[in-house]
């Protein structure tokens, strides 16, 4: 007899049954009632763009964002503590980048240094185009690209085959230096000179050639150049990179009958230093610190602890989340955490997300409640898994997450991810009391349903779980894959 399956079987029928007896309808209501009328998010996101401009981890401004956010939810009067750690905080100094016919003939072309270059670097050489920067595009050029600058687009080039996949650029410059590239350039998608920042490092560490975005129009001219005749580049930097302490701010709410079992409800409060990062992440933190004020308000109870946190350092290499997972290990609470949810520049979502096709019942059972409160919730539910945000060091130990599904970002601001332009103008009040106020809801009904039928995979399951979410090519890259294979 198949012992685990029918363990599996009984546990996903009580979840069934669950389900169908959830009914969070009235507290849905309050929970809808008083974000409407009294949501603080966006006020609140304004004043600290104002007051504090980008919130960098490991800088000045940073420490003041751990500050605003803790002051924030001590004033809502709920538990909250300091969980501090120390990242390899990086910022960018100096850049110039030359590109020419010959070393002799060079001419400055706008462009910004990508997180994780070396503290200094004076590099020289030919340029190679690389495409789409992937495995197969460096195949056939083997040995030509040591020594080269590589020329990368950002995405997938307009023309590519169907199905092309399309990494992050930190795994495309990994690709690069594998190969032997002595310098990355990757162009933006983004029309008019946009210039985009971020992490060109899979590990949050130096990595060790220099890499810069320029801007699309810029980029699509240079690719033309390169294929007609040779084109070389000269790019001069400077960098600062080294220890310094951070934090993240953790918000508590105990839970009255399984206080042991654990809903972390997280966004990165960190940005880049280009603009504000109103958009990436002010929409996801500030509303998650506005789901924590409306659960003190009306006074909320859960079954479950509750964990509001704001975490520093996810621009960098998900440095915060790391941290809260790796002392999660060490004091051996890791098996508390049922679920994950996860706000990063989550915006109006219209349903419901998670990795487990499992909490489908519920999560439709729910947000059918949610939708006879509000029609503009269209009860989606989305199950997938994908990385680079701070849920990714929860996933790969197994844990369960989640978020909002089907929302959009404000304004026309995905243009301006990681650039200059991410500023407070292009936030939307309703959208953010949106994802307040159906988001407070899925954490409420998560930490009261009285069974969650998922979890924590074990290192089989996981594995198999990675490989069907196509995720073992890219956690290679990054040095994430444990299994060797």
């Keep these: 007899m198949n012992f685990k399956r029918l363990a599996t079987l009984a546990l996903v029928c009580a979840g069934l049954t669950v389900a169908a007896q959830d009914n969070f309808s009235s507290t849905f209501e309050k929970i809808n009632s008083e974000v409407q009328k009294n949501s603080q998010a966006y006020q609140n996101l304004k004043d600290a763009t104002n007051k504090i401009g980008h919130r960098l981890t490991g800088s000045a401004n940073g420490k003041k964002a751990e500050e605003y956010a803790y002051n924030l939810l001590k004033s809502y009067g709920l538990d909250v503590k300091y ?3 120390e990242v390899e905080s990086w910022d960018r100094k100096t850049l110039k980048v030359e590109i020419g016919n010959s070393l002799s003939n060079l001419k400055t072309v706008k462009a910004v240094t990508l997180a994780h270059s070396p503290v200094e670097a004076n590099v020289s050489a030919e340029i190679i185009d690389v495409g789409n920067g992937l495995e197969a595009d460096y195949e056939p050029l083997k040995d030509k690209v040591k020594g080269k600058i590589a020329l990368i687009y950002l995405g997938v080039l307009p023309g590519s085959p169907k199905g092309t996949p399309s990494l992050h650029r930190s795994e495309k410059t990994a690709i690069a230096t594998k190969y032997g590239a002595v310098g990355v350039i990757i162009i933006n998608q983004v029309k008019g000179g946009v210039l985009l920042t971020g992490t060109a490092s899979v590990t949050g560490k130096l990595i060790p050639i220099p890499a ?24 001069n930097m400077t960098n600062f990179s080294g220890l310094i302490k951070a934090r993240n701010v953790i918000a508590t709410i105990k839970g009255t009958s399984l206080p042991n079992e654990k809903i972390v409800v997280g966004g990165h409060l960190d940005s880049w230093d280009l603009a504000t990062g109103a958009i990436d992440n002010g929409i996801g933190s500030f509303s998650v610190l506005d789901m924590a004020r409306t659960f003190k308000k009306l006074g909320l109870k ?41 706000y990063d520049m989550t915006n109006d979502p219209k349903g419901f997300s998670t990795t487990r096709d499992e909490m489908k019942n519920q999560f439709t059972n729910w947000g059918a409640q949610v939708a006879k409160i509000d029609t503009g919730f269209k009860n989606l539910f989305n199950v997938g898994a994908g990385l680079h945000s701070d849920h990714q060091p929860f996933m790969l130990e197994g844990v369960t997450t989640g978020g909002g599904a089907g929302g959009r970002l404000p304004n026309n601001s995905g243009p301006y991810y990681h650039s200059d332009g991410d500023g407070f103008h292009l936030v939307d009040e309703q959208g953010m009391k949106n994802t307040v106020r159906y988001s407070a809801m899925l954490t409420y009904a998560l930490a009261n ?34 299994w060797g294979d």
């Design 212 to 235: 810069v975005c320029i801007g699309l129009e810029d980029g699509m001219n240079l690719k033309n150049e390169v294929k007609a005749a040779p084109q070389y580049a000269r790019i």
């Design 302 to 342: 859960s079954k479950r602890t509750v964990e509001f946190v704001m975490f520093m350092g996810e621009e960098q290499g998900l440095l915060g989340s790391k941290a809260y997972v790796e002392a999660a290990k060490k004091n051996k609470s890791l098996d508390q955490i049922r679920f994950m949810l996860n």
């Design 449 to 482: 349903t009285p069974v969650i039928p998922v979890k924590r995979f074990d290192d089989k399951s996981l594995k198999e779980f990675l490989e069907k979410n196509k995720l073992k090519e890219p956690l290679k890259i990054a040095g994430e894959w444990k």
């Design 83 to 85: 969980q501090p750690f």
